[in-house]
């Protein structure tokens, strides 16, 4: 078991061996047995804690909200079509992230179809997306959720707050991205929602991509209405109202790269018109002269995924992988490809050496 340190106690000593969060009740038992001062200490930032959290309420009869057999703890994110909030599973004894929707999303017909591309989004299965673990309505409220592995990190847009991240780091994580895609556009799933708010940093330095096909869900009963997401990683595609493809989240991905790389937005603007007009008709400053330490050959890489025409973007996810892993190297010389080299070996490699 990791351990985690909670104000100098640490939890890997502190459950005996039979009484570990995995069983609730026994865990409620063992709580009573320590002393004030020691559960004074306990806070909401392990699993420990969030634990102590749930039993605290329980104890002094406090409702606790629940949707389906899941008991909501907190809210810890929201959006304008969801919010997504942490959650204990008393069948399991682990504690889960859940997307809430609004139900509108599911009334009539909507019902169906949020099932069905909620088991696609289920059936996807890569290092670097999160894990989804249940679905369904919360009958009593008729509210959509998702179920999903809750992950202790950062969001990329709080790192890049703080400003921009070395070239070799910015080219695996985007490697580790495109990953991800490539084995979702295959199954004809794309992502819908790429910006570095939906990039998770863990705090072991993997990399997950988070709401996976969720704006296309969040889209169903909106198809007059196709600007979702955040404005500033829009495809011009989606702001023209056309069909979208995978080629739509290439695009994304490069508005991402761009920003990680250089510290700004390529089509950044204080107003939605002033976006939507850069991204439709100019060209954004080459990274280069953004951020002079990187190499002029990675202007070109950036430049393909920002097509304006999805024609003449990268037509698949995994050629830009492919481009960037040598990048992603601390040696920027390319190792020798041999002509059998699968897309996931070249991944493998790629994981390893960032």
């Not at 306990?42 to 634990?51: A, P, Q, R, S, V």
């Not at 050629?319 to 601390?330: M, Q």
């Amino acid at each position: 078991m990791a351990t985690r340190r909670n104000r100098g106690l640490q939890t890997a000593s502190v459950w005996p061996c039979k009484l570990k969060p995995s069983n609730l009740n026994l865990s409620h038992q063992y709580f009573r047995t320590l002393p004030t001062s020691t559960l004074a200490s306990f806070n909401g930032t392990t699993t420990f804690g969030i634990l102590f959290m749930v039993w605290r309420e329980q104890s002094e009869g406090k409702t606790i909200m629940q949707v389906g057999r899941y008991k909501v703890i907190d809210v810890i994110g929201a959006g304008a079509n969801s919010k997504v909030v942490r959650a204990h599973d008393p069948m399991i004894g682990r504690i889960v992230a859940i997307k809430l929707f609004s139900p509108a999303l599911a009334e009539g017909a909507g019902r169906d179809r949020f099932l069905q591309e909620a088991r696609v989004v289920g059936q996807l299965s890569h290092p670097c997306v999160v894990t989804l673990h249940d679905m369904g309505i919360d009958e009593p409220t008729k509210t959509p959720y998702l179920v999903m592995e809750f992950l202790e990190g950062q969001p990329l847009d709080k790192i890049l707050a703080k400003g921009s991240v070395p070239l070799p780091r910015a080219c695996a994580w985007t490697g580790e991205i495109a990953s991800a895609l490539h084995v979702a556009h295959r199954r004809g799933v794309i992502h819908g929602d790429i910006k570095p708010a939906n990039i998770l940093i863990l705090d072991d330095g993997r990399v997950k991509l988070t709401d996976f096909g969720m704006a296309r869900l969040a889209s169903h009963d909106k198809k007059d209405t196709p600007l979702l997401g955040t404005p500033a990683y829009w495809c011009p595609e989606q702001i023209l109202g056309r069909p979208q493809d995978a080629r739509s989240d290439i695009f994304s991905i490069g508005v991402v790269l761009y920003e990680m790389v250089t510290g700004k937005r390529p089509f950044d603007s204080d107003s939605l018109q002033g976006i939507c007009t850069r991204v439709l008709s100019s060209k954004p400053l080459p990274v280069s002269q953004a951020n002079p330490s990187v190499p002029t050959g990675f202007d070109a890489i950036v430049a393909k995924t920002l097509e304006k025409d999805p024609e003449h973007r990268y037509q698949s996810i995994d050629l830009l992988a492919t481009e960037l892993y040598p990048l992603a190297r601390r040696k920027t010389a390319a190792p020798v490809q041999t002509q059998h080299t699968s897309f996931r070996e070249r991944a493998t490699r790629l994981l390893r050496s960032a």
